[in-house]
């Protein structure tokens, strides 16, 4: 089963990226996604490199965002692709069947085509306003997830449904009662004066809550 909390990388240079994935890592969070937008491509190179060593030295999940190619190149354990990347079918083409392929979604109609080509998980959202991310899709909240969730049931398409985007210690509970399978943040971790105490209460939340 996937760990239901990911941890989506933060940082403007090498070094900040690096920190805070290592961070992330000593305190307890076992799956990362590698974000690092604005990178130059020996940048993101570099960050993915290190954070692939340091992943499997924490038995961690690796995850590149976007970057196809470059997930297959460092042997990744899969990528994610958001609305306007690499379709789900191309990068299963590219990566094999064994790999994780995770896709960005906001609809249910996302959600089913993303299925249907061989995505393994989604991120859905956002939940609420993030500055993490430009271009925001429309804002969901918990009743737009449990509409969407709805509607998998009814059409039997089920696989893991990540929250995403704005998730705070005190949404968890609310947003797991949806039947969302975990939550994927960003700034939450990255920002917090205690992360190995945040992120024992989120997995706390995340493991107890039905």
Known sequence: MYNKLQYIS???TVEEQLLNIRNALDNGCEWIQLRF????????FDVAETAKI???????YL???DNVHLAQQLD??????????MNVAAARTILG??????ATANTFEDIRNHFENGCNYIGLGPFQFTATKEKLSPILGVEGYRSIIEKMKAKKI???IYAIGGIQLTNVESIMETGIHGIAVSGLITQSENPSELITQLNEKLYVTI
Request: net charge negative.
């Open 76 to 85: 990744a354990d899969g990528v994610h692709v958001g609305l306007t990347d």
């Open 37 to 44: 937008k604005n990178a130059s491509t020996a940048e993101l």
């Open 63 to 65: 995850i590149i965002n």
């Open 54 to 60: 340091l992943c499997d030295v924490f038995s961690a």
């Open 10 to 12: 933060q940082g403007n």
């Open 97 to 102: 069947r064994e790999k994780i392929i995770g």
């Open 158 to 160: 089920q696989f893991p």
